[in-house]
């Protein structure tokens, strides 16, 4: 090895023990020389590499960071191109919607801010939160088998419980988006008695719904290519274009919900979805359309 790579056995040696130090395991034979035999469990852009399918692959990757939202809003105002992607095994204040933490334990799940650039109304950013859960929803199934649904707008879910929450986040001018960073994060192999105790009921991880650890860089690196290929097919044909996908994974169709929004709440049976994305309601005869709010259950469930 030595000679092939025109350094000295010393080198070789060197580099092995720091490949070991970060996680490869690597068997080593006297006089035959040196086998990969394992790789380490971690998402930096050398372990996604292998797995990637789509054009997005501008990865940085963080062992221990604040919030990728932040680090990514920062790279976006830098000049990042559309695609960039920031991860990170633990965040120490990884942030959910409306003001919520995101829990963020090391080396389990996947935390990501994926920055993109849609030529797009700032009104009609919302809609993407939409098209990142079909991705996420798609990925999660496509690596488990498992049935993994979308609460409106983007709660990615199983039965009754949150697997994975977006977060959009959007620099803008009146007309003209200067950028959005989807953060999205995971419950990828998060063991169901390590949520903490207000989160136990209600969440779950794909490990704990599948009965066995799943891949993270094969899941996310799927992840990534789904959530390029749904953004691309959006700017192109809209919503509308994804509608019929998206309602076949619905979670909440023909149940009665309460959705509180701005103006108040509104309960009724979900009948489906706008091409704009607005959610449709049927609340006593009569169609009402939903454009943000949070839904609950009008049996109870879904407090995530
Ligand atoms: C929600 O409340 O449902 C949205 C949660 C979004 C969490 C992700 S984890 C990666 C990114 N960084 C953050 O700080 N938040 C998002």
């Not at 192109?236 to 996908?245: D, I, K, Q, S, Y």
């Amino acid at each position: 090895m030595a000679r092939r790579l025109g350094c000295s056995r010393a080198a070789v040696q060197k580099h092995v023990a720091s490949l070991r130090r970060r996680g490869y395991q690597i068997d080593a034979r006297r006089s035959q020389g040196y086998r990969l035999i394992g790789t380490p469990d971690c998402l930096s852009a050398t372990e996604l590499g292998p797995h990637f399918t789509g054009t997005w692959r501008d990865i940085e990757w963080y062992d221990t960071i604040e919030s990728t939202q932040v680090r990514a809003r920062a790279w976006a105002r830098d000049g990042a191109p559309e695609g960039a992607t920031v991860i990170a095994e633990t965040q120490t204040a990884g942030r959910g919607r409306l003001g919520r933490q995101w829990h963020s334990p090391p080396g389990v799940n996947l935390y990501c801010s994926i920055i993109l650039r849609p030529t797009l109304p700032p009104t009609r950013v919302p809609q993407l939160a939409l098209v990142a859960g079909l991705a996420v929803a798609d990925a999660a199934h496509a690596t488990t088998g498992l049935a993994v649904r979308i609460k409106w707008p983007n709660d990615v879910v199983i039965g009754d419980r949150k697997l994975a929450g977006i977060l959009l986040e959007m620099e803008a001018e009146m007309d003209r988006v200067d950028f959005v960073v989807a953060g999205i994060g995971v419950n990828v192999n998060l063991p169901a008695d390590a949520f903490p105790d207000d989160l136990r009921a209600r969440a779950t991880s794909l490990s704990s719904a599948l009965g066995a650890p799943v891949d993270r860089a094969v899941f996310t690196a799927r992840l990534l290519a789904d959530l390029e290929a749904r953004y691309r097919a959006f700017l192109m044909h809209g919503f509308g274009g994804l509608r019929a996908e998206w309602e076949a994974r619905a979670s909440l169709t023909e149940r009665t919900v309460t959705v509180a929004g701005p103006d108040g709440a509104l309960t009724g049976r979900v009948v489906g979805v706008d091409d704009d994305g607005a959610l449709r309601l049927d609340v006593q005869g009569r169609t009402e359309r939903v454009v943000a709010g949070e839904v609950t259950l009008a049996a109870g469930g879904y407090a995530v």
